[in-house]
């Protein structure tokens, strides 16, 4: 448990709205979830409604229209593209503010399952995946116990605002990611293809990248563990908006314009992937930011520069497994804890990921 961290306690009897899509992953979500998830539910007293998505933004629109008054807790139970899909529908409620108190629950259905993990791990669990990962997801579900998690706010040049709660990519991480969605009938195996189908036409990205980092550099190396942020640190700036309006991004100016003097402009431009992550795992078999927490005020921004040969990147992927990867001081591979970035592609080349799911190449910052 995080110094701070403060707990609820999902309510006895409880009424959770479960968000199911049953094409995730391998495309046993509701089998899964009936014979694994369901008896355990209804040994904990609660009472599930399934809810069966039949479309991309399904859920968007279900967590943007419901009235969320009949349930205690939303649970997802599919990969981390249908949690970014609830999440972002909450966030364009007009009662968005109340309606994000709502306790969710992710349970692994899907390829990655990256939060599922993350979660997994915080929980002082051994390294698990697939049916067992499901199973300890779901005794953390009839446990009840909740606690917050941060978001990190996207602002793209088109003018989209998202928020997200895994992670945002650029190059190869999300070449892999998205090049291999193909393959989704493989589950896990897919990332694994995909990583060696990517390191064959290994690929240089050109543009430039900022960031505000969390302390001075004088204060500790980039691989110290980031202590806890709590909001209360983060000042909002005077006038926030009329009521209901979304947070103000209070850490960023407008993308037309310089980043602020106290920012770090990266001296290189050529990248193969960058890599802004805000949870411990990128998959269930990928432990990327070994120190990373579910509220510590943190962007765990890893970017590797031009120039690693091949067998050095696969080094790395290999070593993700066990969160070991900064431990071979690859000079390529950089690591450091953020409040905030910027990333200007120099032309819109590459795919662009936001907790899994592609976006348009173009400058953005969170």
């Given amino acids: 448990l995080s110094p701070g961290d403060s707990y609820g306690v999902l309510p006895r009897p409880c009424r959770a709205l479960v968000l199911l899509n049953p094409q995730s992953g391998a495309g046993r979500a509701l089998e899964d979830f009936q014979a694994v998830v369901q008896p355990m539910l209804a040994e ?11 479309r991309p933004h399904h859920a968007h629109e279900k967590a943007r229209d419901e009235d969320l008054s009949q349930w205690d807790t939303l649970v997802v139970m599919s990969g981390d593209g249908l949690l970014y899909e609830v999440v972002n529908g909450l966030m364009e409620r007009p009662d968005w503010e ?14 990655g399952n990256a939060l599922a993990a993350s979660i997994n791990y915080y929980a002082g669990n051994d390294h698990v995946a697939k049916k067992k990962l499901l199973t300890n997801c779901s005794f953390i579900l009839c446990k009840g116990l909740h606690t917050q998690m941060d978001l990190v706010s996207l ?13 945002f990519g650029w190059g190869f991480i999300s070449d892999v990611d998205i090049d291999s969605e193909k393959c989704r009938w493989l589950g896990n195996a897919r990332f694994t293809l995909g990583t060696l189908q990517c390191l064959a036409k290994l690929r ?23 202590e806890p942020v709590p909001n209360s640190h983060i000042p909002l700036p005077a006038g926030t908006g009329a009521p209901g309006s979304l947070p103000p991004d209070s ?20 990248f193969v992937t960058v890599y802004a992550i805000y949870q411990s795992h990128l998959g269930t078999n990928l432990l990327m930011a070994p120190a990373a927490r579910l509220h510590d005020g943190c962007i765990h921004l890893f970017y590797l520069k031009a120039g690693i040969s091949r067998t050095a990147l696969l080094r ?17 591979l950089c690591y450091v804890p ?25 400058p953005v910052q969170g």
Wanted: charged content about 15%.
């Fill in 155 to 167: 602002s793209t040049a088109s003018g989209k605002r998202l928020f997200s709660f895994l992670g």
């Fill in 338 to 362: 953020v409040r905030a970035f910027r990333l200007e592609p120099r032309t819109a080349a590459g795919i662009m990921t936001v907790d899994g799911e592609a976006l348009a190449c173009e």
């Fill in 44 to 54: 904990a007293d609660i009472a599930a409604t399934v809810f069966v998505t039949e």
């Fill in 204 to 226: 240089v990205y050109q543009g430039r990248l900022s960031y505000l980092p969390l302390v001075p550099a004088a204060q500790g190396t980039p691989q110290d563990p980031p």
């Fill in 251 to 270: 850490l960023l100016v407008p993308l037309g314009q310089p980043v602020p003097a106290h920012w770090t402009v990266v001296p290189e431009e050529e």
């Fill in 316 to 332: 790395i992927f290999l070593a993700m497994a066990r969160g070991t990867h900064l431990d071979l001081n690859c000079p390529h």
């Fill in 98 to 111: 109340e309606a994000m108190k709502k306790p969710l629950c992710i349970l692994p259905g899907g390829s």
